[in-house]
């Protein structure tokens, strides 16, 4: 075995344990000269018992020669006593070694994990959305609503104290918070602190009767709003850009395909609709999932408002009050009747939902392009100076539409995080919710608004192949129109069965060539070459017309566009503006 095997073998080894000191080693011993155990023999410990043979001990440790290091020297007999093989670290940049080893040097971003959800793909402003300072900041706008209100209603709040909060909304000194939040270890406390610190004229009524959920979950309802209100803009811009290139080819009849098996022909602006059809309906979704949301408002520790009542010495029409003000300064029509400390995670199961099944939408749109890509039929845009493959340059990968598959499927997952939150709240509330939730929502929202800019861009720059469409149905139309050929024969004076047997014959050997001999389907040459079939021989041109067998599908199209698409895109008229530009 060579000792590379050995070393391998040592270093799996199945809970490495020093018997003689008992304790834990760590790997980095292996890596290294090991000096004995403080409580070896050697310093008067007493040796292993004999139970512990065959267990993997510290080289250099307690027990026999045999026992001391024993698989070490098993599987290392030509190395020196009490050593291991050394491996090579890998060695951080200098600026990264320095950053790490100096407190308070400045970090190089390069040197730390960053979500590609933002420094690859998302929009600005779906960034901001969730951004630290947009969080903050409406921590500090909500704590003056509630104190406007409570002025409003006979707290002695002056007009000096609502000016001074209204004056440092943005002025955050985000150090300062995050020094207080590791000494506190609570961040709305942090934060409280450090507005008091630049309103020390308002500090005594910051946050008065309310609990860190009146701005955590009132907070996460306006972002979830606010990006509803971001997506839904874009996800109309794909709807129209998708139902124009319907539009343009209604009438172009294409393959249709079931169980990927070619099928009864149908049109590319045709099937372009049931695409339209999917995203049209999440549109609803979207709109009905945003203003279904509701605020929170001011519900006090455990939804009871007992703290406000307090406040307002037992007026019940005050605190009612006091919630309807909050929650119409906040932008919301109405808040929940009841809450527990939080508002029910239910509502995240709602919102994460929509966009889960905007997520199955988009994945299938960019899977049927996959395959027509793959048939040659229709592409995505490809940048001039596009690689497909570092190996293959010929390759035009449908690297957008793969994107879209790729980040679909995470979206898609992220719903099972507020169905398991939900589940297991306790009572009023467990904090169990809060890590979880500030990784799955964001990425819900930022996810959902990747996938609709690249499938904006996708839409805009489809190709189209109308050759290829064509030769693809040459190859399959011969066999489909046997029925119209038979009818064509009957009208003509011939017998249905006769025809029928006629037919079967030279399709089966026209099929023969195609699968056996893998030529084209030469089944209506064999028609205009059996003077059985003379009398529609001058037919078959207009037998064989490809838009004869699309059906309805071009009228589909025209009263779908007309009649449920552009009425749903009429309030977003004014954000219809604009192409995308990938940056990547």
Request: hydrophobic content about 40%.
């Amino acid at each position: 075995m060579c000792l590379a095997a050995k070393h391998l073998i040592l270093v799996f080894s199945a809970r490495l344990f020093c018997r003689a000191c008992a304790r834990r080693c760590t790997l980095a011993a292996i890596f290294r000269p090991v000096t004995p155990c403080a409580t070896s023999p050697r310093q008067g410990a007493p040796p292993p018992p004999r139970s512990a043979r065959g267990a993997v001990f510290c080289a250099g440790g307690g027990g026999s020669s045999r026992q001391r290091g024993g698989a070490a020297a098993r599987l290392y007999p030509a190395l020196p006593a009490g050593a291991l093989p050394r491996a090579a670290p890998i060695a951080p940049s200098p600026r990264a070694a320095a950053a790490m080893a100096t407190p308070g040097a400045e970090e190089d971003p390069l040197a730390r994990y960053r979500s590609p959800l933002v420094s690859r793909y998302a929009s600005a402003e779906m960034g901001f959305n969730f951004s630290e300072r947009k969080k903050f900041g409406t921590w500090r706008r909500l704590w003056l609503y509630l104190a406007q209100a409570e002025k409003s209603l006979g707290l002695p709040i002056t007009d000096e104290q609502i000016q001074e909060m209204e004056a440092n909304l943005d002025n955050i000194d985000f150090k300062m918070a995050a020094e207080e939040e590791k000494k506190l270890r609570h961040d709305v406390m942090a934060h409280v602190h450090t507005f008091a610190h630049c309103c020390p004229k308002a500090a005594a009524i910051i946050h008065l009767g309310a609990t860190s959920c009146y701005v955590g979950d009132n907070t996460d309802l306006i972002v979830l709003r606010d990006g509803f209100n971001l997506l839904l803009p874009k996800l109309a811009r794909v709807i129209s850009r998708l139902a124009d290139f319907a539009e343009k080819y209604a009438d172009l009849p294409t393959l249709g395909f079931t169980h990927y098996q070619p099928a009864q022909l149908t049109t590319v602006g045709k099937r372009c609709c049931l695409w339209i059809q999917d995203l049209c309906m999440d549109l609803q979704n979207l709109e009905r999932a945003r203003d279904d949301l509701r605020f929170r408002g001011v519900k006090g520790t455990t939804g009871t408002q007992a703290s406000f009542l307090q406040l307002f010495e037992g007026d019940h029409s005050k605190v009612e009050e006091l919630d309807r003000l909050v929650t119409a300064k906040a932008g919301f029509k109405r808040s929940y009747m009841v809450t527990g400390q939080t508002y029910s995670r239910k509502v995240d199961i709602e919102v994460l939902s929509v966009l889960a099944s905007l997520g199955a939408s988009i994945h299938k749109i960019c899977t049927d392009i996959r395959l027509l890509a793959n048939l040659k039929e229709i592409e995505e845009p490809f940048e001039k100076d596009q690689i497909g493959s570092s190996a293959m340059p010929y390759k035009r990968n449908p690297m957008r539409s793969e994107r879209c598959c790729s980040l679909a499927r995470h979206l898609m997952t992220l719903v099972l995080d507020p169905l398991q939150t939900a589940s297991v709240q306790w009572f009023e509330r467990t904090l169990d919710d809060s890590a979880n939730r500030r990784v799955c929502l964001a990425e819900a929202f930022l996810t959902a608004d990747i996938i609709l800019s690249t499938l904006q861009n996708i839409s805009e720059g489809l190709v189209v192949y109308p050759k290829v469409i064509e030769r693809r149905i040459r190859q399959e139309l011969p066999f489909m129109a046997t029925e119209n050929l038979i009818m064509a024969m009957v009208k003509a004076g011939g017998n249905r069965q006769d025809c029928h047997e006629k037919i079967r014959v030279l399709s089966q050997q026209a099929a023969a060539v195609v699968k056996q001999e893998g030529g084209d389907n030469d089944f209506i040459a064999r028609v205009r070459a059996d003077p059985y079939f003379s009398p529609i021989h001058k037919q078959l041109e207009s037998l064989l017309d490809p838009s004869s067998f699309t059906g309805r599908a071009p009228q589909q199209v025209a009263k779908f566009l007309k009649e449920e698409v552009r009425p749903a895109l009429i309030p977003y008229q004014s954000k219809m503006g604009g192409k995308i530009e990938l940056a990547l």
